[in-house]
Structure formats: structure tokens, C-alpha cells
């Protein structure tokens, strides 16, 4: 039994807890998600853009299989799991597999303090951009995670933080770019607030 990860280049970046649908229409994805799903295995999502694949990704377990079609295309539901470094690839089979290595979070722990304030930059942002609430407790576990995946962040901050190894850092960095997109972010909604009013500037 091979244990080589099944990989699935996407231009988008899993973050462990993530929630991702995902349409599987090409046959050799097709013949990967049936063994993944026989076997009860993950595979792997790493970036991949014209140029160049990611060399850090995160392991995707199926959770369900949503719609299957006439035609044999798939939809899944998947969640991010295990965050990996690609070592070596293998194309002896139609899709791609890898050697990767498992990577794990040093012990050093963001302070309550951090934990809060990302949590309050977070809540704002979510209300402005969807109208929606709901912000994870700030002693949430791999709160950089769950705070990252539920806004539409730039995939090259979500690769980054994939990459970052401490809690600290990924909440530190997170938090910064959350305050560098706030203001512009309160500047668009009181302009389209504006623009959507009686034609008169408020």
C-alpha cells in the first residue's frame, strides 16, 4: 500500500478546519476522490499557478460526497486537515502523488491579548463585507485558521500564514494585514452608502 499523498494542484489555498466544496469533473481527479474515498484517505491541495506549484499545502479529508452525475462528475465536500511540505513528486499514475512531510506548529502560544484583537478586526470586516456576524472565541484552537478562512483574504497572505510555524506569528501577521484593509474597506461601504442614497452627498 503506497503511502504517497495524492496531490490536487488548485489555484487557491486550504487552510486547515476549512470548508471547501469542490466539482470533480476531470477523470483522473475522478479516479483519485473514488480511491480516496474507498480507502478513507485524504489527499493533499497545494497552489498551483502557471508558474510554479506551492511547496507547503494541506491535506483535504472528504467528508461527503454531495451529488454525484450521469456523466460520473462529483461534487465533495472537503475539510482542510494536516499541513505538509512536498518533497517529492511522482507521476507514475494519471493524477499527481507526493513524498511529503508532515509539519507541526512549535510550542510557543499567542497571547489573550492578540487572540482578542484579531477577533474584534475579524468581526469588523465580516459585518462590513457581508453584513453577516459571527467571529470564533478568542480561545478558539488555530484561531489564525479559522479567522482566515471565513474571509476573502489575498491567497498570497493564506500561503504565507500556511507556511508560518507559531500561532504568534500567523495571529501577527493576520492582524496586520486586517488593519491595513480596514479603513479602505470602511472608505468603499460609505462611498457605495452614498452612491446608493437620493443622489444627494450625505
Given at each position: 500500500?503506497?503511502?504517497?499523498?495524492?496531490?490536487?494542484?488548485?489555484?487557491?489555498?486550504?487552510?486547515?478546519?476549512?470548508?471547501?466544496?469542490?466539482?470533480?469533473?476531470?477523470?483522473?481527479?475522478?479516479?483519485?476522490?473514488?480511491?480516496?474515498?474507498?480507502?478513507?484517505?485524504?489527499?493533499?491541495?497545494?497552489?498551483?499557478?502557471?508558474?510554479?506549484?506551492?511547496?507547503?499545502?494541506?491535506?483535504?479529508?472528504?467528508?461527503?460526497?454531495?451529488?454525484?452525475?450521469?456523466?460520473?462528475?462529483?461534487?465533495?465536500?472537503?475539510?482542510?486537515?494536516?499541513?505538509?511540505?512536498?518533497?517529492?513528486?511522482?507521476?507514475?499514475?494519471?493524477?499527481?502523488?507526493?513524498?511529503?512531510?508532515?509539519?507541526?506548529?512549535?510550542?510557543?502560544?499567542?497571547?489573550?491579548?492578540?487572540c482578542v484583537r484579531a477577533c474584534d478586526l475579524h468581526s469588523q470586516i465580516l459585518t462590513l463585507a457581508t453584513g453577516e456576524v459571527g467571529t470564533p472565541a478568542p480561545d478558539s484552537p488555530q484561531l489564525s485558521f479559522?479567522?482566515?478562512?471565513?474571509?476573502?483574504?489575498?491567497?498570497?497572505?493564506?500561503?504565507?500564514?500556511?507556511?508560518?510555524?507559531?500561532?504568534?506569528?500567523?495571529?501577527?501577521?493576520?492582524?496586520?494585514?486586517?488593519?491595513?484593509?480596514?479603513?479602505?474597506?470602511?472608505?468603499?461601504?460609505?462611498?457605495?452608502?452614498?452612491?446608493?442614497?437620493?443622489?444627494?452627498?450625505?
Amino acid at each position: 500500500m503506497s503511502l504517497l499523498l495524492p496531490i490536487f494542484p488548485l489555484d487557491l489555498v486550504m487552510l486547515p478546519g476549512m470548508l471547501l466544496p469542490l466539482h470533480i469533473f476531470e477523470p483522473r481527479y475522478k479516479e483519485m476522490v473514488a480511491e480516496c474515498m474507498e480507502n478513507k484517505r485524504p489527499f493533499g491541495i497545494v497552489r498551483a499557478r502557471p508558474e510554479e506549484i506551492a511547496s507547503i499545502g494541506c491535506t483535504a479529508d472528504i467528508l461527503s460526497l454531495v451529488k454525484t452525475y450521469d456523466d460520473g462528475q462529483l461534487d465533495i465536500l472537503t475539510r482542510g486537515q494536516q499541513i505538509f511540505e512536498l518533497l517529492e513528486m511522482n507521476e507514475e499514475r494519471a493524477f499527481l502523488r507526493a513524498e511529503v512531510l508532515y509539519l507541526h506548529d512549535d510550542a510557543s502560544r499567542a497571547t489573550r491579548e492578540q487572540c482578542v484583537r484579531a477577533c474584534d478586526l475579524h468581526s469588523q470586516i465580516l459585518t462590513l463585507a457581508t453584513g453577516e456576524v459571527g467571529t470564533p472565541a478568542p480561545d478558539s484552537p488555530q484561531l489564525s485558521f479559522q479567522l482566515a478562512s471565513s474571509l476573502p483574504l489575498d491567497p498570497e497572505l493564506k500561503q504565507a500564514l500556511l507556511a508560518m510555524r507559531s500561532e504568534m506569528d500567523r495571529l501577527g501577521a493576520l492582524t496586520a494585514y486586517l488593519e491595513n484593509i480596514l479603513p479602505g474597506l470602511r472608505h468603499t461601504i460609505r462611498a457605495r452608502q452614498k452612491a446608493g442614497g437620493n443622489g444627494h452627498a450625505h
